[in-house]
């Protein structure tokens, strides 16, 4: 039985923001590396330098933050569900409180990179399980990236994936609006 809806945040409940390739050229993180990884690798001097480009960059694109299509009408009729409703996000803790303040937003739990290692580890996904006592099988995780996907399979969690791209082949249970949601959360939902 579903208890809880855990959602990603950039490009699932707001609207991507971030040039990413941008923000690894700022950086100077190698193509293929991971941005977080390149940045815990570099000395002192220079990781402080990174962080504080990654979180300008990250705090900007939250105070831009829009939400998604669908966002609004999907929170008011999760409102009234009997669902736990967590954020789990990559970002960093003080954008994502922008945000959801932002949007107006209610959440049981919001976890972000400062909770435990990032997507695509499953550390942040077993912790919201973990803090709302629940079973990977009474969750179910909504993103809409390859990290979020791996993150939701290593933890053993139901993953629907929300398609940005409406031709592009996907693999499991998909959404190409946030409005689909609620039809894929019944017990004989397709996928």
């Known amino acids: 039985m579903l208890k809880a809806i855990f959602f990603d945040m950039d490009g699932t409940i707001t609207r991507p923001h971030i040039d990413w390739k941008e923000?690894?050229?700022?950086?100077?993180?190698?193509?293929?590396?991971?941005?977080?990884?390149?940045?815990?690798?570099?000395?002192?001097?220079?990781?402080?330098?990174?962080?504080?480009?990654?979180?300008?960059?990250?705090?900007?694109?939250?105070?831009?933050?829009?939400?998604?299509?669908?966002?609004?009408?999907?929170?008011?009729?999760?409102?009234?569900?009997?669902?736990?409703?967590?954020?789990?996000?990559?970002?960093?803790?003080?954008?994502?409180?922008?945000?959801?303040?932002?949007?107006?937003?209610?959440?049981?739990?919001?976890?972000?990179?400062?909770?435990?290692?990032?997507?695509?580890?499953?550390?942040?996904?077993?912790?919201?399980l973990d803090r709302l006592q629940l079973e990977a099988s009474e969750a179910v995780f909504v993103g809409d990236g390859h990290y979020d996907r791996a993150a939701s399979a290593a933890a053993g969690i139901p993953y629907i994936h929300l398609a940005h791209d409406p031709h592009a082949q996907t693999d499991g249970p998909t959404i190409r609006h946030l409005g689909e949601l609620p039809d894929h959360l019944s017990p004989d939902a397709p996928g």
């Open 23 to 128: 923000l690894r050229v700022r950086v100077g993180v190698p193509v293929g590396v991971p941005i977080m990884a390149h940045i815990e690798e570099l000395p002192a001097a220079e990781r402080d330098r990174a962080e504080a480009i990654l979180l300008d960059i990250e705090y900007e694109a939250a105070e831009k933050a829009e939400s998604n299509p669908g966002v609004a009408e999907l929170f008011d009729y999760l409102a009234q569900q009997p669902l736990d409703l967590a954020l789990i996000t990559n970002n960093h803790r003080r954008a994502m409180h922008h945000v959801v303040e932002k949007l107006g937003l209610r959440f049981r739990l919001l976890l972000s990179r400062e909770d435990a290692p990032l997507k695509p580890a499953p550390d942040l996904l077993l912790l919201a």
